[in-house]
């Protein structure tokens, strides 16, 4: 049965790269999402997000009639869930995943599914996610019939295909990586990985390797764990350098000159959607076990408040030094909020976290730079400034660089009083 209309659940980062991506293969594409300006905007050709060669595609598939985007389901052939999973907002010191947003897209297209019908979760999720979603529409639709969890059989008749597919793409490069990257492919039946396949090799050049759906989950979750982990090595060992007056930049090159060794680049911490999340997703499921992987996040996530300490360090020598000032005269810039270079993704940033915190502590101006943003988000605004690169340099006493951005990168500055966490400067 081929795939005459595609729903992509969810127009973010990936959702809608995604719905792009099958409506230039000439597939007729409904992309969903609750953010009516999101909808408008790629309703008009245009996009909302940041990404490299995205805009042109959307544009085109737009013009030609094969992508529409709207506030509700409608029915399709195959369905992919491209929603988040943050969080609960609890007090537990082990964070746990937040699966509503999942739930509600289930309960969403549940109404306008029919036999046939095949749904992926692309979402990156907890082990035994898939599952739960099955089990919400088989609730939803009891007139259907879809996988059964319990059921170990692998030939299962079912009305409604389900899988798990997890997306494992770079931001900044998703277009290209959409296409030529290897997909994992977990069906909860034979065939609903076999059905999973046809869909993706639409556009997939890479291959796509069939698992069941609890290892498609677990495979995403393993690949941002373990590089969560090499930047925690990194990280730490950036501390132990600062304390033991070494340049942890230069020794991080000597050692990566050993044929076996591969050392990360420290920074400010671990941000996005993926590696600062995903690894408690293993955590919060095998709390006793997952030791190494929690420390990492330990790490990672005390590294924001040692970049502040290293602040409020600058901020006091900078006072030493200007007996005739007050901490009300200094003046802060803080240069990248994105949580990686050359995008605008603001999610789960340390660079962001640390800025809003370095705004919070300090009376005086606090500068920011962020090329790839036109203008702070309305929750920033009056925080601190939104400033231009060359106004940062000349009006800040002191300076901290976040994220290594390739207006960054490119430019050969000396300035006294920097902190320099990406080693750039």
Not at 9 to 33: Q, W
Not at 117 to 129: K, N, Q, R
Not at 295 to 301: G, I, M, Q
Not at 389 to 398: P, T
């Amino acid at each position: 049965m081929s795939f005459n209309t595609i729903s992509v659940i969810g127009l973010g980062y990936i959702g809608l790269p995604t719905a792009a991506m099958f409506a230039s293969r000439k597939k007729k594409v409904i992309g969903v999402d609750v953010n009516q300006h999101a909808v408008d905007t790629i309703n008009r050709g245009k996009i909302h997000i940041v990404e490299p060669d995205l805009d042109m595609i959307v544009h085109a598939a737009v013009s030609e009639g094969y992508l529409k985007a709207t506030l509700t389901p409608e029915p399709a052939d195959a369905f992919l869930i491209a929603v988040p999973t943050p969080f609960k907002n609890n007090d537990s010191t082990i964070p746990e995943p937040d699966l509503s947003y999942i739930q509600k897209a289930s309960k969403a297209i549940a109404p306008v599914l029919k036999k046939g019908d095949l749904v992926i979760l692309e979402s990156t999720s907890p082990v035994g996610a898939t599952e739960q979603m099955a089990e919400w529409l088989a609730a939803a639709r009891p007139d259907l019939t879809f996988p059964n969890p319990h059921d170990e059989s692998a030939s299962q008749l079912v009305d409604v295909n389900v899988a798990h597919c997890p997306e494992r793409v770079l931001p900044g490069h998703v277009v290209r990586e959409l296409v030529e990257n290897d997909r994992v492919i977990g069906g909860m039946t034979a065939n609903c990985s076999a059905r999973a396949v046809e869909l993706y090799k639409t556009f997939v050049q890479g291959e796509c390797v069939i698992t069941n759906a609890r290892t498609a989950e677990m495979a995403k979750l393993t690949e941002n764990s373990c590089r969560d982990v090499q930047i925690a090595f990194a990280n730490e060992l950036s501390i132990i350098c600062d304390k033991l007056n070494i340049d942890v930049w230069e020794l991080i090159s000597l050692a990566n000159r050993h044929p076996r060794i591969n050392i990360l680049q420290p920074g400010p911490g671990v941000g996005g959607h993926c590696i600062a999340v995903d690894p408690w997703f293993i955590v919060s499921k095998t709390p006793e076990e997952a030791q190494i992987i929690h420390t990492a996040r330990k790490v990672n996530d005390a590294k924001p408040q040692w970049v502040i300490n290293k602040v409020k360090l600058a901020i006091a020598d900078f006072l030493q030094a200007n007996p005739d000032k007050t901490a009300k005269d200094v003046t802060i810039a803080c240069y990248g909020l994105a949580f990686k270079p050359d995008i605008d993704d603001l999610r789960e940033s340390p660079a962001l976290n640390i800025t809003k915190q370095v705004a919070t502590m300090h009376v005086g101006k606090v500068l920011t730079v962020e090329p790839n943003i036109e203008k702070l988000p309305t929750k920033l605004a009056g925080l601190f400034e939104l400033t231009s690169f060359d106004i940062a340099i000349s009006n800040a006493d002191i300076h901290l660089l976040l994220v290594d951005h390739k207006q960054f990168k490119s430019t050969k500055i000396c300035i006294e009083n920097l902190i320099d966490t990406k080693g750039i400067w």
